[in-house]
């Protein structure tokens, strides 16, 4: 199927997600803890990627290269891959899915998902939003093109170590990505490992301290520390610390807690309790 046409496909997806979007951010927001204008940015997130997906379907160009014989040229052609696997975690329950998906059905390859146990139900309505465009799209998508994996974790090392899987793109911790790594060069598969953090900011004389005073609060503060671009260390220049840090206090002093489903709460509930005792 040529690639403009597989574009086609994330196109309906994008579709799908955009009517589904206030459901879908509230699924998140229930499932995963995030406040409502976080559940909702991330399935634009999803919408964003299918529109960049879409546009890549069009310019999967290679290489024209000239050639020491007369009258030949060389050409370069891409191929899909193969199956790719992906392994999301709770904090991004849907929106690393697509970054993974939409690319991967634009380049020919089916995908294997196997979402966090923690958060299954997102998984569920994503696949189900998917369904809804492959038949808008028709018989023309193969059989099995998505298929999703509920489980823990030996469910995500079947899909590690299966050799008919050609590409393994994992999120979660560096953990994870430790143990993942080498399991995947030993079969000689492609990984794409998105892991944790451990983010500092600096804050110099010159800064602008209105602007590092939201920035450090919103990388901090966001998705109750749970994402691995979280701020965790602040380093402030002496010259500017005692007009800084009390401020800072104040703002996480300020900071409503609780339900996110209610209007003005920014910060909701750790995942579960060994993220409280790991915090």
């Given at each position: 199927m040529p690639a403009?046409?597989?574009?086609?496909?994330?196109?309906?997806?994008g579709e799908e997600l955009r009517a589904a979007k206030d459901d879908l951010g509230m699924l998140v927001t229930l499932e995963?803890?995030?406040?409502?204008?976080?559940?909702?940015?991330?399935?634009?997130e999803m919408i964003d990627i299918c529109d960049f997906a879409v546009g890549l379907s069009r310019q999967l160009y290679g290489k024209t290269i000239a050639t020491e014989r007369p009258d030949h040229r060389m050409m370069e052609t891409w191929?899909?891959?193969?199956?790719?696997?992906?392994?999301?975690a709770f904090n991004f329950p849907v929106a690393v899915w697509s970054w993974?998906?939409?690319?991967?059905?634009?380049?020919?390859?089916?995908?294997?998902?196997?979402?966090?146990e923690k958060t299954p139900l997102t998984g569920l309505a994503v696949s189900a939003i998917l369904a809804r465009a492959i038949s808008r799209f028709g018989d023309e998508a193969p059989e099995g093109l998505h298929q999703l994996l509920i489980g823990d974790r030996e469910i995500g090392e079947i899909l590690v170590d299966?050799?008919?899987?050609?590409?393994?793109?994992?999120?979660?911790?560096?953990?994870?990505?430790?143990?993942?790594?080498?399991?995947l060069a030993?079969?000689?598969?492609?990984?794409?490992?998105?892991?944790?953090?451990?983010?500092?900011?600096?804050v110099a004389p010159s800064a602008d301290l209105d602007i590092a005073l939201r920035a450090i609060a919103f990388s901090a503060i966001g998705t109750a520390g749970q994402r691995c671009t979280t701020l965790r260390r602040l380093i402030v220049h002496e010259s500017v610390y005692d007009q800084l840090v009390?401020?800072?206090?104040?703002?996480?002093?300020?900071?409503?807690?609780g339900d996110p489903r209610e209007a003005g709460?920014?910060?909701?509930?750790?995942?579960?309790?060994?993220a409280f005792e790991n915090m």
């Open positions: 403009p046409r597989r574009g086609e496909l994330v196109r309906l997806l995963a803890g995030k406040v409502v204008s976080e559940g909702l940015g991330e399935v634009q191929h899909p891959l193969g199956v790719a696997g992906v392994i999301t993974n998906a939409a690319i991967a059905f634009v380049c020919g390859d089916p995908v294997i998902w196997k979402p966090s299966d050799e008919r899987v050609a590409l393994v793109s994992a999120t979660g911790s560096t953990r994870m990505g430790r143990e993942v790594g080498p399991r030993k079969r000689f598969a492609r990984s794409i490992l998105e892991l944790g953090g451990n983010n500092a900011a600096i009390p401020r800072l206090a104040k703002v996480y002093g300020s900071v409503a807690i709460t920014l910060v909701g509930p750790l995942i579960d309790r060994d």
